[in-house]
């Protein structure tokens, strides 16, 4: 028997998981509610995403050479000497890049269906099908016509607030709640964001993450995250970041405002039975930077691969063991990444002191190198053992300075 895999959600995570399915000749239904969704994403994506996800130029609205860290103090730190001329940081809109990579998948065989999946039931035998509840839209009604679809195995990429994730009792996450509002500038304080990024740390403008002003294509992206349960403080931390590059913004039209959850660590369970949570639905985005796209999509691309290899293209069905090895392997691979990101966030997001001394930090070249070479290559660089040592000296004086160890 043929394996049957459906795939909910086509954001990245989705997208991808259907690609790498279809490109092994497996049935393989992508399910997306909305197939002009606009997620809303500060959208910076690392230069390996472009190359390992083939994207085309033109995905990109902006390419981001330099970086400015700005602290309580507004002391402004500029980063970016480090790159190499062909090297950026990847600016784009999620409804571009999401409606890319969603097309590819279903340009190599991947199905799609425009639906809402509403219920998962699960089988009570270990071969029975899963049996998928849905609302088809492909009539152009909000409300759908009610479906079901039956498959061997089901992915949840269905991003944070996931059904799937739900139906299979994956267990919850903290999460962050991140706000951004989309301002369309006059030309030349445009001009200024050509191809500039800015990160604004300070307990005005979040009290455990950051704020930003991203450029992309004829606007800006301007928002801040916090995990703080309450609200009415996300308003205040962005009236935060808006006060903090008011000059900057001077003139500005919103032209958008968004809000999302973020989440915070992974669930769980990410594995049960024979459903598979990869991307927001699992928990990959990496603390510290709250980056998720490449992350998301390179996480469905390794579960797809494990289904892949298991299932022999598609001849038989995994079973729960199987796409367990792909948790093992996720973990073996990013396990750190995700342990530094964590300890860098509790360490310097404490207080505007250990902030002052995060930014002081940011202006040593080996510190940006670093850096710049983990975000844009997702390869933890060792440093050689003299500018390792060298790094935490830094470290540790800039933390002493800011007085940033105090109790
Ligand atoms: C304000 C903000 C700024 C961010 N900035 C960045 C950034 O600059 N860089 C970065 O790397 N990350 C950023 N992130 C994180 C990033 O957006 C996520 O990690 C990423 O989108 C995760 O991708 P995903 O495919 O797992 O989920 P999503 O992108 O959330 O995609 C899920 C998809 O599933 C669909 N869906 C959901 N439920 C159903 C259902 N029941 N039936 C059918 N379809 C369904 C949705 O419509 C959606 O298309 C930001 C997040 C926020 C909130």
Redesign the pocket.
């Known amino acids: 028997m043929a394996l049957r895999v459906a795939v ?7 997208a991808s998981a259907a690609e790498t399915l279809a490109k092994a000749g497996i049935e393989t239904y992508l ?4 197939l002009d ?1 606009v ?7 690392p230069l390996c995403m472009v190359a390992e996800f083939d994207l085309p130029e033109n995905i990109i609205d902006r390419k981001v050479r330099k970086m400015k860290m700005i602290s309580p103090s507004n002391v402004e730190v500029n980063i970016g000497h480090t790159l190499k001329d062909d090297e950026y940081i990847g600016m784009c809109r ?1 409804e571009v890049l ?1 409606g890319f990579m969603r097309d590819r998948a279903v340009s190599l065989g991947a199905i799609l269906i425009n ?4 219920k998962l039931e699960i089988p009570s035998s270990d071969k029975g099908a899963y049996t998928l509840h ?1 609302a088809d839209h492909s009539d152009g009604s909000l409300e759908g016509t009610a479906k079901t679809l039956k498959v061997d195995l089901v992915i949840g ?7 799937i994730a739900k139906a299979i009792d994956a267990g919850d996450y903290r999460y962050a709640i ?3 509002e989309r301002i369309r500038l006059p030309e030349d304080k445009m001009a200024y964001y050509e191809d500039l990024a800015e990160m604004y740390v300070g307990d005005d403008v979040s009290t455990d993450f950051y704020a930003w002003v ?1 450029p992309k294509h004829d606007h800006v992206a301007v ?1 801040t ?1 916090t995990m703080s349960p309450n609200k009415a403080d996300i308003k205040k931390l962005q009236a935060g970041i808006r006060a903090r590059a008011a000059k900057k913004l001077r003139g500005g039209k919103i032209i958008r405002v ?5 989440p915070e660590h992974p669930r769980p369970r990410r594995v049960v039975g024979r459903v598979a949570l ?4 699992a928990g ?2 990496t603390k510290s930077s ?7 999509a390179k996480s ?1 691309r390794m579960c797809a691969e494990a289904i892949v290899e298991f299932s022999e293209n598609g001849a038989k069905i995994p079973t729960e063991s199987d796409l367990k090895v792909y948790l093992k392997r996720w973990d073996k691979k990013y396990g750190i990444t995700y342990k530094v990101l964590d300890i860098l966030q509790s360490v310097f997001y404490r207080s505007d002191a250990t902030r002052e001394a995060f930014v002081e930090m940011c202006s040593d070249i080996d510190v940006q190198k670093l850096t710049f070479d983990s975000y844009l290559y997702k390869t933890v660089v060792p440093a050689n053992p003299l500018v390792q040592l060298k790094i935490t000296a830094k470290t540790l004086g800039s933390l002493i300075r800011g007085n940033a160890l105090a109790p």
């Not at 909910?8 to 989705?14: D, K, R, S």
């Not at 399910?31 to 909305?34: A, L, S």
């Not at 990429?157 to 059904?163: E, F, I, Q």
């Not at 968004?258 to 973020?262: G, V």
């Open positions: 909910v959600g086509g954001g990245p995570a989705g399910i997306e509610r909305k969704n997620k809303p994403c500060g959208g910076a994506i999620r999401d639906g809402t999946v509403h849905y990429a269905d991003g944070a607030n996931s059904r991140a706000f951004q991203f928002g995250g968004e809000a999302h959850p973020i990869v991307g927001d639905a990959t985005v709250g980056e998720g796209i490449y992350f998301a469905a």
